[in-house]
């Protein structure tokens, strides 16, 4: 796995921590989880600038679903996710 894929690997985690703070009072359930991450992902993480550009908001909650239900939500699904994340948005240098 490649520093990029690393980096946003834990920003996905910081995401989730977050999300369950955030959404505490229901033990971090939210039928909408994918808007909530791509939020915070583009508005208050380093995605972006790892990329080399911000993906547009919608396709990224699109991929997130895929990606729940392609990967689940299980140990190491932040690994799977962010590899297919830069394999996706990545801005070719």
Do not use: C, Q
Not at 12 to 33: F, N, P, S
């Amino acid at each position: 796995m490649d520093e990029t894929t690393k980096k946003i690997s834990a920003l996905l985690h910081e995401a989730g921590e977050t999300h369950h703070i955030v959404y505490r009072i229901t033990d971090g359930e939210d039928d909408d989880w994918a808007s909530f991450y791509a939020d915070w992902l583009l508005d208050h993480s380093e995605l972006p600038d790892l990329l080399g550009g911000a993906p547009v908001r919608s396709h990224l909650v699109a991929e997130l679903v895929a990606l729940e239900g392609e990967f689940g939500a299980g140990a190491g699904w932040e690994d799977s996710y962010a590899a297919r994340v830069v394999e996706r948005f990545r801005v070719a240098a």
